[in-house]
């Protein structure tokens, strides 16, 4: 067993982009402070609507491995060295969005079997014992089957690394505070003339989106919003970024939060708001 520092946080997500939009700025805060940051994505996104009009040749088995490309470059924006595709690259293939067709096909996310999906996971749970894991909730924050597919299949790993020995202390959701959500969107109605973007998305749009005594914690990234935008550009094929505000293959602009929340799950729920994800965690031990 390698040497692993003492504090190890995993992140679970669906899809290449995710990550650096929801998590990029904790994922650069906690790598500068030499925390291991562990990303295990379960899809390549080969179902994913490309931006620029150059790129959009690629589709399917072309697509994945040009975002897997694109999500390397990210990582090395935010300074993770550990990024991980579920099972191997393309052994999980995007699943569409939710209700269409794509939803059927049998070597796609949706239509895994959680327990053995899990089972992988798990394997990398038991390898990087992290303290702390972040994911969507159950309803994968917006209704994508391949974040409610993500949610299910952290949730379920987590039990059976638990079974094999490593019990994660500390389980957070994504989250947004509805009172932040409002106040950046007011801001960007206001700057949306000066913007390269012709229409805004509505605060519902965002993910995760939740009443304000929902979130538990925020994590202030300020200091790392240059590496979460390069890691959001790195992303091309699904974000134009013009900070701090950016759009996805909609078109509808929306804030970059470099303060990320979150509401912890599992774990004595703070009394006040924490500002730290191993807030509580005695770190060190068992590494
Ligand atoms: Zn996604």
Redesign the pocket.
């Known amino acids: 067993m390698t040497e692993l520092p003492d504090r190890r946080l995993l992140l679970v997500h669906?899809?290449p982009?995710?990550e650096s939009i929801n998590n990029g700025a904790t994922m650069a805060r906690y790598a500068a402070e030499g925390a291991h940051v562990a990303l295990v994505t379960c899809t390549l996104g080969e179902r994913g609507e490309v931006i620029p009009p150059e790129l959009r040749h690629l589709s399917g088995a072309a697509l994945g491995g040009h975002r897997l490309g694109e999500l390397r470059d990210a990582m090395r924006a935010l300074g993770v060295a550990d990024v991980r595709l579920l099972g191997g690259a393309g052994r999980y293939c995007d699943s569409g969005m939710m209700g269409l067709s794509d939803n059927d096909d049998p070597g796609c996310f949706w239509q895994a079997d959680v327990d053995q999906a899990a089972g992988l996971l798990a394997e990398v749970i038991e390898e990087v014992r992290p303290q702390v894991l972040v994911t969507y909730d159950d309803h994968g924050g917006y209704g994508?089957p391949?974040?409610i597919q993500a949610h299910r299949v952290a949730m379920r790993a987590v039990e059976l690394a638990a079974d094999s020995g490593w019990d994660i202390p500390k389980i957070y959701w994504n989250r947004v505070p509805r009172s932040v959500a409002e106040e950046s969107f007011a801001r960007l109605h206001q700057d949306l003339p000066g913007l390269p973007f012709d229409k805004a998305a509505d605060v519902d749009d965002v993910p995760g989106v939740v009443p304000d005594e929902q979130v538990t914690t925020a994590i202030d990234g300020t200091a790392h919003a240059a590496a979460k935008a390069a890691a959001m550009r790195a992303h091309a094929t699904q974000i134009t970024v013009a900070e701090p505000y950016f759009v996805l293959s909609n078109l509808l602009a929306q804030p970059l939060f470099t303060t990320e929340y979150y509401e912890l799950v599992r774990g004595e729920r703070p009394e006040t708001r924490e500002n730290d994800l191993f807030a509580g965690v005695a770190v060190g031990e068992a590494s």
């Open positions: 669906a899809h982009d995710d994508h391949d974040h």
